[in-house]
């Protein structure tokens, strides 16, 4: 059985404190989650990427186990 591991990274967007406190609260989440897809189908008709859209990624599969595909994917992360 193959083990695939994925990681990438993103350019995070700024958040504002009321952002961030509802995020940490879980106000008002099903409402913003609806929203937040209608923008994301706006922003792709315009051809638009999103703020938070995964660059550098980097998938890899090991048929020697677990342990060896997640030890892959730590080294990976501690690349510079």
Known sequence: MAVAAADFTFNPGP???????????KEHVQEQAAQN?????????RGEKGSREAINVQVAASMAGKQVAFGELAERGQAP
């Open 15 to 25: 958040r504002t404190p009321e952002e961030m406190v509802a995020v940490l609260m």
């Open 37 to 45: 897809t209608i923008d994301r189908q706006e922003r792709r008709l």
